[in-house]
Nanobody, 125 residues
């Protein structure tokens, strides 16, 4: 079975930083698309950042451009999300996801079929 486990969430002040990690098992993630999604209370999961599994093209939602960076380490079967300059509108449960596909250009939750359990991020002063 494919398992994804996120870690690194927590409470951070506005303007602070967190680094989320996702470890994938039961699946060789080389050349497969990976994504990070956020779900706020009462809302659907939205794409935060995605990276393809072929040439490494990335996507960032407008709200996080210049603040977040997605990266992957295929040798370790891990994907990361470095989050800087966090704002109150950024909190929620962050999920990592993957799929058999190597390129998922829309970075939408409907494109992905394997999901982690999520890690909570709270931005508050």
């Amino acid at each position: 079975q494919v398992h994804l486990v996120e870690s690194g969430g927590g409470l951070v002040q506005p303007g602070g930083s967190l680094r989320l990690s996702c470890t994938v098992s039961g699946f060789t993630m080389d050349y497969h698309a990976m994504g990070w999604f956020r779900q706020a209370p009462g809302k659907e999961r939205g794409g935060v950042s995605c990276i393809d599994g072929t040439i490494g093209s990335t996507y960032y939602s407008d709200s996080v451009k210049g603040r977040f960076t997605i990266s992957r380490d295929n040798a370790k079967n891990m994907v990361y999300l470095q989050m800087n300059s966090l704002k109150p509108e950024h909190p929620g449960v962050y999920y990592c996801a993957t799929d058999w596909a190597g390129v998922l250009p829309m970075c939408t939750s409907s494109e992905y079929h394997y999901w982690g359990q999520g890690t909570q991020v709270t931005v508050s002063s």
